[in-house]
Structures are given as C-alpha cells and as structure tokens.
C-alpha cells in the first residue's frame, strides 16, 4: 500500500518552484514534505488485566498516528502480541472511536473473529496482527474500508484471538468483502472458517459461543 502513498507525495520538480513561490514558503517543516499522509488517523490503545482496577482503568492509550513513517516507528517500539501477558489486548482503533462495544459508532456492528490454536501464538499469531494493522491503515478493503472501526488482539490462555470491528452488522455487502479480502490477505486456508458476530449477540449471550451471522 505505500507506493501509492509515495507516488503521491513526491517532492514537486524544480520547474515547479519557478511557477510558484508561495508553495514552496507553505511547507513550513521538512517533515511534512516527507511523511506519507494514511487516509485516517488512528489510535492505538493497550488493555492490561488488572482485577484491581475497572475496565476503563485497565485500558491506555498508548499514541496516535497518520503518517506511514508513524506507524512505523510505533509499531517497531511496541511489543509484539506473541511477548503480552495473558489478559492483555492490542487495539487500533480510528480516531475518535473506542475500542468498546458502547461506543456509538460500534454499538451497532460487530466483529470478523479468528480464534488462533495455542501453538499459531509463535507461529502465526505476530504476523497476522501485523497484517491486521496494515489491512486497516493502508485502506486494504476498497470501499468497504469505510465500515471498518478498528482491530483487536486478545491474548489468552485457551488460544488468541484477532477480530476486525465494523460499524453496521446489516452492511452484508461491505462485511462480506472485507471478511474474504482479510482471509485472503492472511493467507487463511479455505477450510478454516472466519465468523462475523454482532456485538448485540455477543454482549448478550448465555452460553459460551455466539452465533455467526456470516462465515467466510
């Protein structure tokens, strides 16, 4: 997804500059001229389990971006999920909207879910979050794109988990294209299947597995 991005932001050549002097001034940081601008501003948040403390306690922010160079050098400060303590969740979310169910801009959607086997957290576990997160900063769903709130890492005992947030769970048409384009791009094998769930039924369920409203 970065050439794209790159192509666009190239510096303009010098022929540019003699036809105008006003936009060579406006550019007032070197930074700005280098940095690949992503299409959303994104933030990514660190849940630990601390039974002393509530939910919203256990959950930080950890930083903002939205610039591909950000992302980056976020990304290669944090620890990987494969390294996270039982309990503690990853969460990159676009700005302005958190990483809970309540969220007016989640309450109505829900989540593609991949339950990973305890042997995948050394082997797969790593690179299908990195994955996740570039799926979601680099756009990778066309359209659908629009639908998605964020993406959530839960690292735990029984087997990991890695699920894609979506703001509608009546969307079909943009879930279903963003559960086959994420189950291509993890290289998932067709037999594994993928489950989109509503949080509504997730919130709400008695017995220990909800039902899915789309499969891929």
């Not at 501003?41 to 903002?64: G, Q, V």
């Amino acid at each position: 997804f970065l050439q794209g991005k790159m192509a666009t932001s190239e510096p303009r050549g010098p022929e540019a500059e003699e036809t105008s002097t006003e936009t060579s001034s406006a550019v007032t940081s070197p930074d700005q001229y280098i940095k690949h601008p992503l299409q959303n501003r994104w933030a990514l948040w660190y849940f630990k389990n601390d039974k002393s403390k509530s939910w919203t306690e256990n959950l930080r922010l950890i930083a903002k971006f939205d610039t591909v160079e950000d992302f980056w050098a976020l990304y290669n400060h944090i620890q990987q999920p494969s390294k996270l303590g039982f309990g503690c969740d990853y969460c990159l979310f676009k700005d302005g909207i958190k990483p809970m169910w309540e969220d007016d801009r989640n309450k109505l959607g829900g989540r593609w879910l991949m339950t990973l086997g305890k042997q995948q957290r050394h082997n797969d576990l790593d690179r299908y979050w990195m994955e996740t997160l570039l799926c979601l900063i680099g756009e990778s769903f066309d359209e659908a794109s629009d639908d998605v709130c964020g993406a959530v890492v839960n690292v735990r005992p029984k087997g990991d988990k890695i699920s894609i947030w979506t703001g509608n769970c009546q969307n079909k048409e943009a879930i279903m294209t963003i559960g086959q384009q994420y189950k291509e791009r993890l290289n998932v094998p067709n037999k594994a299947l993928l489950g989109y769930q509503s949080h509504d039924d997730t919130s709400s369920k008695s017995g220990s597995t909800t039902k899915n409203m789309y499969t891929v």
